[in-house]
């Protein structure tokens, strides 16, 4: 079983950065893909970013790309997004996944989910 912590939301001001940052525990996700989705009120559940368990891959949603960055430390078991250039319809609880299949953390079948941490971003 795999616990996943999320940490680092806030409020922001547009234009601003904010590092999240999600911690597993109960087993080593190493060899696990890692990813963020995030949920805007009223809307579906969707993809931001994910990244292989090397961390030598990863993928981005075109409307974060070039905003934020990914990266991983499987020493620390932790994956992180850095979000910068922060733009009010990023306003949403931002979520972790884990799964052992690359392909799968960019959906909502993912294995293993945190609780969401809320990113909100004022204009």
């Known amino acids: 079983q795999v616990e996943l912590v999320e940490s680092g939301g806030g409020l922001v001001q547009a234009g601003g950065s904010l590092r999240l940052s999600c911690a597993a525990s109960g087993r080593t996700v190493r060899n696990y893909g890692m990813g963020w989705f995030r949920q805007a009120p009223g809307k579906e559940r969707e993809f931001v970013a994910r990244?292989?368990?090397?961390?030598?891959?990863?993928y981005y949603a075109d409307s974060v790309k070039g905003r934020f960055t990914i990266s991983r430390d499987n020493a620390k078991n932790t994956v992180y997004l850095q979000m910068n250039s922060l733009k009010p319809e990023d306003t949403a609880v931002y979520y972790c996944?884990?799964?052992?299949?690359?392909?799968?953390?960019?959906?909502?079948?993912?294995?293993?989910w945190g609780q969401g941490t809320q990113v909100t971003v004022s204009s």
């Open positions: 990244i292989s368990w090397s961390g030598s891959t990863t």
């Open positions: 996944n884990a799964d052992p299949i690359f392909t799968v953390v960019a959906t909502t079948a993912a294995r293993y």
